[in-house]
């Protein structure tokens, strides 16, 4: 496994600190795993910066670009 996703219902927890406790401690431990996270459903700065605060590699959603068709 190269990465993992982390779904956007769990994004939202950052906001609290169990939810912070609980990406970081997953980032760590997928880290130590040699395993990339990637989060999901990112809609703003202000959630990209705690996401990089605990550790989490890239992000995807709006926050990035929309949706797009592949052609």
């Known amino acids: 496994m190269d990465y993992i996703k982390i779904d956007g219902s769990f ?8 939810g912070r406790f ?14 990339r996270v990637i989060a999901e459903a990112v809609e ?4 990209w910066d705690v996401l ?3 550790r989490i590699d890239g992000a ?8 797009q068709v592949l052609s």
């Open 11 to 18: 994004i939202r927890l950052d906001q609290s600190e169990d």
């Open 52 to 54: 990089k605060e605990l």
């Open 60 to 67: 995807q959603g709006y926050f990035f670009g929309a949706p």
């Open 44 to 47: 703003n700065w202000a959630e």
């Open 22 to 35: 609980f990406l970081q401690a997953l980032a760590g431990i997928a880290h130590g795993l040699g395993i």
